[in-house]
């Protein structure tokens, strides 16, 4: 996005316009971060705007500024799509490519309104007028509060907006640890925390709401974690009957996948979980250095991400599934025992 971009969304900006702000199916803490943020920012310019998630989203998002105004496309599809039919502008964030919002892929291809990507994922489809891509980007909380920076808009940085954002850098980032995390990040994050984000707060409300359950089913995933460590690799996995006997909400397995990358000597980490509703085993992937899940999973599991995280989908079995990740080690033996 260049000056002219900045320049022209200035003006777009500047008289009231209908803005529906769509994050990627099963949103994360980055996804509704970034788009409750912009939200929170955009109302307070008097326009008509609102986020529209393809799905629901977990419990421990669901007190962020704004959340209880959020449409979902899945159980509110007339009224989300009358509006994305209305809209004159359109901001996309946190994904960028219409697939990765599911069934609103095809309204949102279809409609006529200008489209605002702001997204931190690799190789971007080019379905934008305007384009915010930026892969060294820890989240797109990070890029939005950029974006504010550019517009001129810090001063519109209130409490809301900079806990928003924090979530999702936060989150994004496993709590400021990954590699993506720059002095910037940080930088970024001190004036967040000046502008009224509760950094204590906000880390008790993500992640000190454990249910009993859920601690029983990371208990039943590490039980089910496997070592391969000719090829440096660790892999969870957990079927829909033990999700079911622990009785999973959405969200509950977030960040299980962390722990098989935790360990030590570990380069890649996945976990493949059962979806029998959907008829698909979700598969998320994380390594270390410079072994790149994201081409990992664009050449086998129809998915990819960025280099350390990334999520895909296997249309077979549980065990086939993880069978077939197994095989496919052998071709990258070389690059896991480099790292
Ligand atoms: P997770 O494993 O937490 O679902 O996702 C890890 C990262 O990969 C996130 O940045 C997420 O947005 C991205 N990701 C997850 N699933 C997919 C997918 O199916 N396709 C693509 N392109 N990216 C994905
Ligand atoms: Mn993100």
């Given at each position: 996005m260049n000056t002219q971009d900045i320049e022209e969304i200035k003006v777009l900006l500047a008289t009231p316009k209908k803005i529906a702000i769509i994050p990627h199916r099963n949103p994360d803490g980055d996804a509704m971060g970034s788009t409750l943020g912009l939200l929170n920012y955009l109302l307070q310019l008097n326009h008509d705007a609102k986020v529209i998630a393809p799905n629901d989203f977990p419990d421990f998002l669901k007190w962020l500024p704004k959340v209880e105004t959020v449409g979902i496309h899945e159980t509110e599809t007339e009224a989300s799509e009358a509006f994305i039919n209305n809209a004159d502008v359109i901001f996309t964030l946190d994904f960028n490519a219409l697939h990765r919002t599911g069934n609103m892929e095809t309204i949102l291809a279809q409609s006529k309104a200008l489209k605002i990507m702001i997204d931190h994922h690799q190789q971007p489809d080019d379905f934008a007028k305007y384009m915010f891509s930026?892969?060294?980007?820890?989240?797109?909380?990070?890029?939005?509060?950029?974006?504010?920076?550019?517009?001129?808009?810090?001063?519109?940085?209130?409490?809301?907006?900079?806990?928003?954002?924090?979530?999702?850098?936060?989150?994004?980032?496993?709590?400021?640890?990954?590699?993506?995390?720059?002095?910037?990040?940080?930088?970024?994050?001190?004036?967040?925390?000046?502008?009224?984000?509760?950094?204590?707060?906000?880390?008790?409300?993500?992640?000190?709401?454990?249910?009993?359950?859920?601690?029983?089913?990371?208990?039943?995933?590490?039980?089910?974690?496997?070592?391969?460590?000719?090829?440096?690799?660790?892999?969870?996995?957990?079927?829909?009957?033990?999700?079911?006997?622990?009785?999973?909400?959405?969200?509950?397995?977030?960040?299980?996948?962390?722990?098989?990358?935790?360990?030590?000597?570990?380069?890649?980490?996945?976990?493949?979980?059962?979806?029998?509703?959907?008829?698909?085993?979700?598969?998320?992937?994380?390594?270390?250095?410079?072994?790149?899940?994201?081409?990992?999973s664009r050449a086998h599991f129809e998915g990819g991400g960025h280099t350390n995280a990334a999520g895909g989908k296997s249309d077979t079995s549980l065990e086939s599934t993880v069978e077939k990740f197994i095989s496919i080690l052998p071709s990258y033996s070389k690059a896991l025992n480099n790292e």
């Open positions: 930026d892969v060294s980007m820890s989240s797109t909380c990070e890029m939005v509060y950029h974006f504010l920076d550019k517009l001129d808009a810090l001063d519109k940085v209130n409490a809301e907006i900079a806990t928003c954002l924090y979530v999702g850098i936060m989150t994004d980032t496993g709590s400021f640890r990954f590699r993506s995390t720059t002095s910037t990040t940080h930088r970024i994050i001190a004036n967040l925390i000046d502008k009224g984000a509760d950094n204590t707060l906000i880390h008790n409300n993500v992640y000190d709401t454990n249910s009993y359950n859920r601690l029983q089913l990371l208990g039943c995933a590490l039980s089910n974690l496997k070592v391969l460590p000719e090829h440096k690799t660790a892999y969870i996995t957990l079927s829909q009957q033990e999700l079911r006997d622990l009785d999973y909400k959405k969200g509950d397995t977030e960040g299980f996948v962390n722990y098989a990358l935790s360990l030590d000597k570990t380069v890649l980490a996945a976990i493949f979980i059962e979806d029998k509703k959907q008829g698909i085993i979700k598969i998320s992937l994380r390594s270390k250095g410079g072994f790149s899940v994201n081409e990992m």
